[in-house]
Antibody, heavy 119, light 107 residues
Framework: EVQLVESGGGLVQPGRSLKLSCVAS????????MNWIRQAPGKGLEWVAY????????YYAETVKGRFTISRDNAKNTLYLQMTSLRSEDTALYYC????????????WGPGTMVTVSS | DIQMTQSPASLSASLEEIVTITCQAS??????LAWYQQKPGKSPQLLIY???SLADGVPSRFSGSRSGTQYSLKISRLQVEDIGIYYC?????????FGGGTKLELK
């Protein structure tokens, strides 16, 4: 059974940093591109970042480019999101999601970890 | 970036009614479109991919169609368990973008 479990969320002050993790199980993690997708309270879905299976290709949404860094450790089956210079508008539930490689949809999602940016 | 305009934003329908939700892409995305359902307090779940293909385990009352750059999700006979928020997503190119969502409620 595919499982994705995020952690690392919490309350952080504006301008500070936070690092999220997503541990994967139930599939060969190193074969799949992975993503972070976020959802602000009561709002819709916003794709944040993508990393290819071997970390060769990395893409970011314009809203986080230069502040967030996606990375992965295939030996640990873990995806990361390093977030710096956090803003109030980064407050959201952050999901880790697997990218299906043929049709480029998000086929499995974790339950999410909540990030609240507030003073 | 490709914009996905989803309508309606909210919809109230009766049990067994036919429900249709649409998404308009700002440019040609071919069949690179997926639909998701999100129930309250849960993560989104895939319903349709490739514009018309039903994901594993999804009831056959759900179907997807395409006409040019307009995409539709149809629920043929609304059930209680179909209540939630529905999103489309273009899978043509990064940045992958979602429609604004359609909140489906029971009348």
């Amino acid at each position: 059974e595919v499982q994705l479990v995020e952690s690392g969320g919490g309350l952080v002050q504006p301008g500070r940093s936070l690092k999220l993790s997503c541990v994967a199980s139930g599939f060969t993690f190193s074969n799949y591109g992975m993503n972070w997708i976020r959802q602000a309270p009561g709002k819709g879905l916003e794709w944040v970042a993508y990393i290819s299976s071997g970390s060769s290709y990395i893409y970011y949404a314009e809203t986080v480019k230069g502040r967030f860094t996606i990375s992965r450790d295939n030996a640990k089956n873990t995806l990361y999101l390093q977030m710096t210079s956090l803003r109030s508008e980064d407050t959201a539930l952050y999901y880790c999601a697997r990218l299906e490689p043929r049709y480029w949809y998000f086929d499995f999602w974790g339950p999410g970890t909540m990030v609240t940016v507030s003073s | 970036d490709i914009q996905m305009t989803q309508s309606p934003a909210s919809l109230s329908a009766s049990l067994e009614e036919i429900v249709t939700i649409t998404c308009q892409a700002s440019q040609d995305i071919g069949n690179w479109l997926a639909w998701y359902q999100q129930k309250p307090g849960k993560s989104p779940q895939l319903l349709i991919y490739g514009a018309t293909s039903l994901a594993d385990g999804v009831p056959s009352r759900f179907s997807g169609s395409r006409s040019g750059t307009q995409y539709s999700l149809k629920i043929s006979r609304l059930q209680v368990e179909d209540i939630g928020i529905y999103y489309c997503q273009q899978a043509s190119s990064a940045p992958w973008t979602f429609g604004g969502g359609t909140k489906l409620e029971l009348k």
